[in-house]
């Protein structure tokens, strides 16, 4: 090739111009695949792993399903045993209260206060 004249250097220089553009417009698609393949193998992970939490949580909802209802039984029985033993006790009267008086300054007046 003869480069003697201006007119074929400008060809060289666009054509190596055409070709590092091309190689830039390669690795820029290159890279962008890899993007991808890496945020769907990290969306696959993370589906993964919330199909595996909702199945430990459906696992620990069954066996506290028995658990609760278990308590709710002995609930029910701890209430009717506490109002047998409420109605056998006898019947006290409540303690008198006592009370003070204090100057309330706002209302320029007493007040009673429970202690």
Known sequence: MDLTSSQAFFWLCFAVAIFAVAAFLCWCLFEVARLLRQSNEVVEHTREVVGGIEEDVEHAREKLGGVLGNLTGI???TKGLASFAGS???EEKP????TKKRFNKLLNEEEETEE
């Open 75 to 77: 609930a029910a029985a």
């Open 88 to 90: 056998m006790r006898h």
């Open 95 to 98: 303690a008198a209260k006592h």
